[in-house]
């Protein structure tokens, strides 16, 4: 089969297709034909040898593809027949022509929706939803400060976010991707190339602050993070791509709040939580995306390439330009 590879760590140009031994199933995996698959910033990371997929992972990259069941492996439990549409998260290994994931990984694709749009799912909504239910414990009528706002997993938290009773706020770097997020369902949104976001939320809440940070940046914005948590609140770390170090009275401050600063990823969880995500969310979020949903909920693609254009795709991640997900298709 044809994968994504790259011999040393380095920039896009470092990216090609290479063709690789395709996998077979294990004792209660399935094996996919691949349709469509996703960016992440996680492939960014890896393609540049900073974040290696967990032990016992597949080093393709691709935290998420969707496209037909082409073989179940043994002991199945029968929940998936052959030529079945699915999409599934992957701790890697999406972007080939074929991959094998764990049954339970996998989530049939909504109805009205094509493959391209459903590859755009599992990673981004999966960690948005971990984010605001499992980790965040969400609550109706609380605000929500969510950076990125316009990211993958951005634009699925104002939708998920929304959909809890909750008021989504974003930051973003340009007035174009403030306007998708508001569209979307952000009370609020802050460009912070322009404006101190921290103030803008404290104004916007009339000074109480926020209930609930989801933060990917990290280092570059703990004081205003800090600065605008509401009393107990909530901060959910799960990226750095502001940088690792803090320098400053970050825990007086936190202490101050009362605060809480609770870290998470999603890669590296084991087998049962992943699991138990899926079956939370497959119950209660996926119905949202069919099309006769009132409160339809909608992945947000913006653009979508052949693999064999996987180096412009990096450098276009890597621009910041995205507003929602870049999408991969496979050659069928």
């Known amino acids: 089969m044809l994968a994504v590879h790259f011999d040393k760590p380095g920039g ?6 290479k063709e690789v031994a395709k996998p077979s199933p294990a004792e209660g995996e399935v094996l ?6 996703a960016l992440n910033r996680a492939d960014l990371l890896q393609r540049q040898g900073q974040y290696a997929p967990p032990p016992g992972a597949s080093s393709i990259l691709g ?6 069941i082409a073989e179940l492996g043994p002991a199945c439990q029968g929940h998936w027949k052959i030529g079945d549409p699915a999409m599934v998260l992957l701790p890697g290994g999406g972007q080939a022509q074929y991959v094998t994931a764990p ?3 996998l989530m049939p694709i909504p109805a009205g929706m094509t493959l391209s749009q459903a590859a755009a799912i599992p990673e981004a909504w999966l960690t948005a939803f971990q984010l605001l239910h499992l980790v965040g414990n969400v609550q109706a009528g609380e605000t929500v400060l969510i950076h990125a706002g316009s990211s993958g997993v951005g634009t699925a938290a104002i939708q998920l976010a929304r959909m809890a009773g909750a008021i989504p706020l974003v930051t ?3 007035q174009h991707k403030l306007q998708i997020a508001e569209k979307l369902g952000a009370a609020a949104g ?7 976001f921290s ?5 916007f809440t009339k ?15 703990w004081e205003k993070n800090v600065n605008c948590l509401a009393l107990d609140g909530r901060w959910i770390l799960y990226g750095l791509m502001g940088g690792t170090d803090v320098s400053g009275p970050l825990f007086s401050k936190l202490l101050f709040k009362r605060g809480s600063l609770i870290t998470t990823l999603l890669r590296s969880r084991d087998k049962k939580y992943k699991q138990r995500l899926v079956e939370a969310f497959t119950e209660q979020v996926l119905p949202h995306f069919s099309t006769e949903s009132p409160q339809r909920l909608l992945p947000v693609l913006d653009r979508v390439y052949p693999v064999t254009a996987i180096q412009e795709a990096h450098a276009y991640m890597e621009s910041n330009k995205n507003v929602g997900k870049i999408v991969l298709e496979l050659p069928q």
């Open 12 to 17: 896009p140009e470092n990216l090609y297709l």
């Open 32 to 37: 996919l034909k691949v349709a469509a698959s």
């Open 63 to 68: 935290l998420e593809a969707s496209g037909h």
């Open 103 to 105: 049954e339970e990984f």
């Open 172 to 174: 973003a770097g340009s």
């Open 190 to 196: 802050f460009n912070y190339k322009e404006e101190d």
């Open 199 to 203: 103030e803008a939320t404290l104004k």
């Open 207 to 221: 000074g109480a602050g926020v209930n609930l940070i989801l933060d990917c940046i990290g280092g570059s914005y």
